[in-house]
C-alpha cells in the first residue's frame, strides 16, 4: 500500500473535497458490482425478475458518473491540484468512465436473459459461465478495494486474473460453437449466450483498466500499453526499484 499524502492541505475544504469524490466511487463501485452479481445469476439461472432489477437500476450508474465527473471538473477549475491529487482527480475521472462501462456490460448481460435462453445452455455451459461470473466479480471486488487503499500489489493480481478469465472466454466460445455447428436451429439462442459470455470479458477488461489507473496514481507512469502492463507486476512486487517521477 502506498502513502500519497492525500489529505494533507492548508485547506481543510479542499481535503474533503478529495476524500469526498474517492467516497462516491466508491458508492458507484458498489451499485455496479452488485449489477455484475445479479446479472451473473440472472444469466445462469434466467430469473427474467433479476435481470430486470439490473436494467433499472442502471439509471443510478450513469448518475453517479456523471456527479462525480462535474465535480472533479470544478475541483480542478478552482483548486488547480499538482501531483498526485492531480493524478488522483484524473484517475477517477478515467476510473468513473471504465466503471459506468462495466454497468453496462452487466445491462448487456442482464438483457440477454430470457426462459428460452437459459433452456438453451447445456449444463456444463452453464457451469462455465457461472465460473467466469465469480472470476469477473473477484475482480472487480479486488480492484475496488485496491482503490480504496491505493494497493498497487492488489492491482497487479487483478492484472493476472484478467488473463484468466480471457482464457476462460475463449473455452466458452469454442464450446458455443461447437454447440451451433451440431445444431444451426439453436444458432440464435447460442449467440444471444455468447454475447453474454463477452460483456463478461469485457468487465474483466475494465478492472484491468482501472488497475492501470491506480499504477498511474501511485507511480505517476502510463502502463495502458503491453509492454508496460507487464511490468506493474514486478514493480509492484519491488516498490523500492520504481523512481517517483520528481526522481526521474
Known amino acids: 500500500m502506498e502513502n500519497l499524502h492525500l489529505g494533507q492541505h492548508i485547506s481543510q475544504q479542499f481535503n474533503e ?74 484517475a477517477v475521472i478515467k476510473t468513473i468512465s471504465d466503471l459506468e462501462r462495466i454497468g453496462d456490460e452487466a445491462k448487456r448481460v442482464a438483457r440477454m436473459v430470457e426462459d428460452e435462453h437459459a433452456g438453451a445452455m447445456a449444463e456444463d455451459v452453464r457451469n462455465e459461465l457461472e465460473h467466469m461470473g465469480d472470476q469477473v466479480r473477484e475482480m472487480l471486488r479486488m480492484i475496488l478495494d485496491a482503490f480504496a487503499r491505493t494497493d498497487v ?43 453474454a459470455a463477452r460483456a463478461m470479458e469485457r468487465i474483466g477488461d475494465r478492472c484491468g483498466n482501472i488497475a492501470e489507473y491506480l499504477f498511474y496514481l501511485v507511480h505517476g507512469r502510463d502502463v495502458r500499453h503491453p509492454r508496460s502492463r507487464q511490468r506493474v507486476a514486478e514493480e509492484s512486487s519491488n516498490p523500492d526499484d520504481v523512481q517517483s517521477p520528481t526522481q526521474r
Open 17 to 90: 473535497e478529495l476524500e469526498e469524490i474517492r467516497n462516491k466511487v466508491l458508492e458507484m463501485g458498489g451499485i455496479v458490482e452488485d449489477q455484475v452479481g445479479r446479472a451473473v445469476t440472472a444469466l445462469v439461472e434466467g430469473d427474467m425478475a433479476l435481470a430486470r432489477q439490473v436494467v433499472a437500476d442502471d439509471y443510478r450508474v450513469n448518475a453517479l458518473e456523471v456527479e462525480i465527473d462535474e465535480e472533479c471538473t470544478r475541483i480542478v477549475a478552482r483548486r488547480q491540484p499538482a501531483a498526485s491529487d492531480l493524478r488522483l482527480v484524473m
Open 153 to 195: 500489489e492488489t492491482a497487479a493480481q487483478v492484472v493476472e486474473l484478467d488473463h484468466r478469465v480471457d482464457t476462460k472466454y475463449v473455452s466458452i466460445t469454442r464450446q458455443l460453437i461447437t454447440y451451433m455447428a451440431q445444431d444451426p436451429k439453436n444458432i440464435p439462442r447460442v449467440i444471444n449466450i455468447l454475447w
